[in-house]
């Protein structure tokens, strides 16, 4: 691209030999007779090198040159003058300009003055050049970007910053960097100073910190040294990265997981989630009811997982397995003597759950004496450990959970009413299988595809008869009773689809004396038996198992609808109900 030459001097003649030799070397000049003419040529054209000549008539060259240094300040400026002075060669240099030329004005040194001062040019345009896209990327990131020197002073900032940290730029640069310090207790600064202490970069991974107007928010931070151009250390540059909302989109997903864990559609499992979903970050005390095997535990973890406690830890403690002793040195510790046995200090799960959760299972068998001392615990969080008078202060959320209806043993005197009430300030209660039975089909598919992927199978599901058998059931022992049946059945089952067959016996002795509910029409059951025969290849006691019915049961059906044996040699029941299953005699 050809490039632009302006020279500026009231003789005519120097225009002439300037615009003669520099267009024969193809540059494009621009002439200009008096300051206010040169002005003008600087705002009208791109110009990439000025001559001006120091004595000019009205405004000198010395005017033009700080003109330029407004208009095009990368522009060089070259000075032109008759009878070079120390005086005006040291002051042009001083307002900026790149050089002088001392009339006559001779081909070679001019060419030699041109093509220095573009090649200088060329050299600051492209620093310029890379200072804009620098600046650039350093306003557009997403991640605040804080550059501080040795001293910790702040040395630029970028618009990210700003927002993350709620600084103001013009009120930071050239200060310390104190106002992280009020906000994340000095994380950041500590990750700062190790950068410049070790000069080895620094990461600091979720740190959480407040806003002003008190909003959590949590932020990554990486430190490192910086160093200038002749590899010396000279401050260093901190990237904050604002990971609020990731964090709460990993901690919305961990939510619907543990949510999810617990399998069901039905309006008592609803209702169950919209609970946890309501405490998971209330911090009282939660009390979880339901019957042996309802996944009251299931229910504990999601009230761990999703709230603010999940980072702490979650100490669970099953009072029931443990004496009135051993219970209470289990949750409050002992100290070395404190008794028989106790040959050194513990610590208690109550202080093992500090800044955390601890679950007490089977809370409804506690003695009245742990009731009590568990009681004041509550209250005010605060305990000794077992032979020791120092109190030891804690913050744990607590939850428990029973299978007893304490409220009855509250009426029978058996149970404090105080501590009753303190643990029941708010309450769970997880259904019984019985009550959801709209839930077993669910279930069943959750258990499958955990079986499947425990012991390598590829089981498709239970057969039709099965799942009536499942429907109709009582379960006793809830979703663990189904869950250890299904367990039982994959490790029996060695076709595509769970039969009556590989169910246990146990399980089966409660259809011999509960025929399964049916809602067949006559003709469907009487095709379902006649199926199950054929399958049986006629054994009555074969077949009324696939059914899930007694012996009695499919006898007197088949005489219900007259249904033949499919084998001569079987017979049905005799007036007296005595019934030969021999294959001959």
């Not at 060089?76 to 042009?92: F, K, L, N, Q, R």
């Not at 759950?353 to 409804?364: K, P, R, S, V, Y």
């Not at 607590?398 to 643990?423: H, I, M, P, S």
């Not at 499919?566 to 005595?578: D, I, K, M, V, Y």
Request: hydrophobic fraction near 40%; include cysteine.
């Amino acid at each position: 691209m050809q490039q632009h030459i302006l020279v500026v001097d009231d003789e005519e003649s120097i225009r002439f030999t300037f615009d003669t030799f520099l267009s024969d070397e193809g540059y494009r000049v621009f002439c200009a007779a008096d300051c206010n003419e040169g002005i003008a040529l600087l705002q009208e054209n791109d110009i990439d090198l000025v001559f001006a000549d120091i004595i000019l008539p009205g405004k000198s060259g010395i005017d033009l040159l700080k003109a330029a240094r407004d208009i095009v300040p990368s522009t060089p400026v070259i000075m032109i003058t008759g009878a070079p002075s120390v005086d005006t060669a040291a002051e042009s240099l001083r307002v900026g300009a790149f050089d002088y030329i001392v009339k006559p004005i001779r081909q070679d040194l001019l060419l030699k003055s041109v093509s220095v001062a573009l090649k200088h040019k060329a050299v600051k345009d492209e620093s310029e050049r890379c200072r804009l896209n620098f600046e650039a990327i350093f306003r557009s990131v997403n991640e605040g970007i804080i550059t501080v020197d040795e001293n910790m002073n702040v040395v630029e900032i970028n618009y990210a910053a700003e927002s993350i940290c709620e600084f103001q730029k013009a009120s930071t640069v050239g200060k310390p960097l104190q106002k992280l310090r009020d906000r994340c207790k000095g994380n950041c600064l500590g990750a700062l100073t190790e950068a410049l202490k070790t000069r080895q970069p620094v990461e600091l991974r979720f740190i959480e910190c407040f806003t002003t107007g008190g909003r959590l928010q949590v932020v990554s931070v990486t430190a490192s040294p910086l160093l200038d151009e002749k590899k010396r250390f000279s401050g260093a540059v901190m990237v904050i990265r604002d990971e609020t909302r990731l964090v709460s989109l990993e901690r919305h997903l961990a939510l619907q997981q543990k949510i999810d864990s617990i399998v069901g559609r039905s309006k008592g499992i609803e209702k169950v989630r919209t609970m946890i979903r309501d405490l998971a970050d209330v911090q009282t005390t939660v009390l979880v009811t339901g019957d042996s095997g309802t996944g009251k535990e299931l229910v504990v973890d999601a009230l761990h997982h999703i709230g603010e406690r999940r980072n702490g830890p979650l100490v669970k403690v099953n009072c029931a397995a443990l004496s009135e002793n051993l219970l209470e040195s289990e949750l409050f510790g002992h100290v070395t003597g404190a008794f028989t046995g106790a040959v050194k200090d513990k610590i208690g799960r109550f202080q093992l759950a500090n800044h955390g959760t601890l679950f007490l299972d089977e809370i409804g068998e506690i003695s009245q004496r742990m009731q009590l001392r568990l009681l004041r615990v509550i209250e005010n969080m605060q305990f000794e450990r077992v032979g020791d008078s120092t109190p030891i202060k804690v913050n744990v959320r607590l939850v428990a959970a029973t299978n007893c209806d304490l409220q009855k043993r509250v009426d029978a005197g058996e149970y404090r009413e105080d501590l009753y009430y303190r643990l029941k300030v708010a309450q769970i209660h997880v259904p019984s299988l019985q009550e959801r039975r709209d839930d077993i089909p669910l279930l069943i598919e959750h258990f499958s595809g955990k079986f499947n992927r425990k012991f390598g199978r590829q089981i498709s599901g239970i057969s039709s008869e099965v799942e009536r058998m499942f429907l109709d059931y009582p379960w006793p022992g809830n979703v663990r009773e189904l869950q250890n049946l299904m367990e039982h059945s994959f490790v029996r089952c060695r076709q595509r689809v769970i039969t009556v067959e590989n169910l246990p016996s146990e399980f089966l002795r409660y259809f011999e004396s509960h025929p399964l509910s049916v809602d067949l029409s006559p003709g469907d059951e009487a095709e379902a038996i006649r199926e199950a025969l054929s399958q049986a290849s006629g054994n009555k006691t074969e077949a009324a198992r696939q059914l899930g019915m007694s012996r009695r049961t499919i006898y007197r059906k088949m005489q219900k609808y007259a249904i033949e044996p499919s084998h001569p040699e079987l017979s049905l029941p005799n007036e007296e109900g005595a019934v030969d299953e021999g294959h001959g005699r």
